[in-house]
């Protein structure tokens, strides 16, 4: 993509009406703009970074054995009687009617939905266990919407729901997506720590919040110095292996808010406990009989008999990531992508535009990334030198690759990583095979 025909809408200051980074830096970088309170257009660069994370959230469900399918924004309120949350929920539910008067709601979770999708479709035990979701937009009305993505009224979300027969089975899939979350985050170049959690208005009694690590979060955390070191990606566990080693295993790693820790009662020393701040990025929960009970969803087990099924729902905000990584990966300089979610992988900078030997060289070198395969924003615009570097290190990508008169001469281009700041010059074939080996 050259950069002088593309709608990049970048901001030399800080909008004042930001608070916290990522906010600053999506504003910035010409990734979002706000439409109204909460609500947020999402342009061209920013899109991109959000199809990609979407991506990763949707291949590890699938991996998971969760299949896709996809529900409405719009939902009819009998539903939410049924399961008797319509008039609990609050003020946050945006209730609507149409023009027969039918009372209707914009979604802000799909429990009810899901659940009426099953009870129709789903008769006998020999259809489970079930695990669908979906990645829908939602909507709750915040009373302070603020922090951009981070806290917004509409927001990208992915939700499962699980069905099963018994407990054990509930249990099961309930640790499955423990897994596929702690896999997901990694993939985005997250370290995420799980947490008991309240499970609030959804409803259930076990849960688990996935908080990454940043410095600007608003979770206090304590977790094992041990699970930071540990990767997740390169475990032998699978899905449909025997998953209770494994959480044995991080389940001795203790995580806990501020409010709840306990040092007397956690089986990790203190000395080994790290305290650090974090941002809430997704939450599994374990609802039992619920919504399957109030709503009738029963299949006939083996004897015949009714059975009431178990039930489990898991969501991770997927707009929410996008201002989290920020908020965990940059410096005062902009943003520093992970090459996963990166919406380029490279920059290439073009230092004289108007010069015919360096423009004929940046032209080469980009029609040879595009060949690699690699996927390169090309700033061949008429600006200065300073305003192209500093443009390439707002938005981030993991590579910067620089084409001007003096590297001409001695026949490379200069590389650099946008994580490390470090500098190499080397040829462009060389350059080439260096970022294919990041794919």
């Known amino acids: 993509m050259r950069l002088s025909t593309y709608f990049l809408p970048l901001l030399r200051e800080n909008p004042t009406e930001a608070q916290i980074v990522s906010h600053r830096l999506m504003l910035r970088s010409g990734m979002i703009r706000q439409s109204s309170a909460g609500i947020y257009s999402w342009l061209p660069f920013g899109l991109r970074v959000l199809r990609k994370i979407e991506n990763i959230?949707?291949?590890?469900?699938?991996?998971?054995?969760?299949?896709?399918?996809?529900?409405?924004?719009?939902?009819?309120?009998?539903?939410?009687?049924?399961?008797?949350?319509?008039?609990?929920?609050?003020?946050?539910?945006?209730?609507?009617?149409?023009?027969?008067?039918?009372?209707?709601?914009?979604?802000?979770?799909?429990?009810?939905?899901?659940?009426?999708?099953?009870?129709?479709?789903?008769?006998?035990?020999?259809?489970?266990?079930?695990?669908?979701?979906?990645?829908?937009?939602?909507?709750?009305?915040?009373?302070?919407?603020?922090?951009?993505?981070?806290?917004?009224?509409?927001?990208?979300?992915?939700?499962?729901?699980?069905?099963?027969?018994?407990?054990?089975?509930?249990?099961?899939?309930?640790?499955?997506?423990?897994?596929?979350?702690?896999?997901?985050?990694?993939?985005?170049?997250?370290?995420?720590?799980?947490?008991?959690?309240?499970?609030g208005p959804i409803g259930g009694d076990l849960s688990h919040e996935f908080i990454i690590l940043a410095d600007t979060g608003e979770s206090q955390v304590y977790c094992d110095k041990a699970w930071l070191n540990t990767d997740i990606l390169s475990s032998n566990v699978e899905y449909d292996g025997d998953l209770q080693p494994f959480f044995q295993r991080w389940t001795a790693l203790y995580a806990a808010t501020e409010e709840k820790h306990d040092v007397a009662n956690s089986p990790i020393p203190a000395a080994d406990l790290l305290a650090a701040r974090g941002i809430e990025v997704g939450q599994i929960f374990y609802l039992g009989t619920k919504y399957s009970r109030p709503m009738n969803a029963v299949v006939a087990g083996p004897d015949g008999e009714q059975i009431v099924a178990e039930m489990g729902c898991y969501g991770i905000g997927v707009s929410r990531l996008t201002g989290a990584i920020i908020e965990a990966s940059h410096d005062d300089s902009g943003i520093i992508w992970p090459e996963s979610v990166a919406p380029f992988h490279a920059g290439l900078i073009n230092l004289r535009a108007g010069d015919s030997?360096?423009?004929?060289?940046?032209?080469?070198?980009?029609?040879?990334?595009?060949?690699?395969?690699?996927?390169?924003?090309?700033?061949?615009?008429?600006?200065?030198?300073?305003?192209?570097?500093?443009?390439?290190?707002?938005?981030?990508?993991?590579?910067?690759?620089?084409?001007?008169?003096?590297?001409?001469?001695?026949?490379?281009?200069?590389?650099?990583?946008?994580?490390?700041?470090?500098?190499?010059?080397?040829?462009?074939e060389a350059a080439i095979n260096r970022l294919r080996a990041g794919l």
């Open 357 to 428: 030997a360096s423009t004929a060289a940046a032209d080469g070198l980009y029609a040879a990334l595009l060949k690699a395969g690699i996927d390169a924003l090309y700033d061949d615009r008429a600006e200065s030198p300073g305003v192209k570097f500093a443009a390439m290190d707002l938005i981030g990508l993991p590579w910067q690759l620089v084409v001007g008169p003096r590297s001409l001469q001695r026949g490379v281009v200069e590389v650099k990583n946008r994580r490390s700041g470090q500098r190499e010059d080397m040829t462009a």
């Open 57 to 199: 959230v949707r291949d590890e469900q699938n991996r998971a054995g969760a299949q896709e399918l996809l529900m409405p924004t719009i939902q009819p309120a009998e539903l939410w009687r049924e399961s008797g949350r319509y008039d609990d929920y609050g003020d946050e539910m945006l209730r609507i009617r149409d023009r027969h008067e039918r009372d209707m709601l914009y979604g802000p979770t799909n429990e009810e939905l899901i659940t009426d999708i099953f009870r129709q479709n789903i008769k006998s035990y020999r259809d489970l266990p079930k695990n669908l979701y979906h990645i829908q937009w939602k909507f709750r009305d915040e009373v302070r919407p603020r922090f951009g993505v981070m806290r917004g009224r509409e927001f990208l979300m992915k939700d499962a729901y699980s069905f099963d027969l018994d407990l054990a089975g509930a249990r099961r899939s309930y640790n499955k997506m423990f897994l596929a979350y702690l896999r997901t985050f990694a993939r985005l170049g997250l370290k995420a720590i799980p947490m008991r959690a309240d499970t």
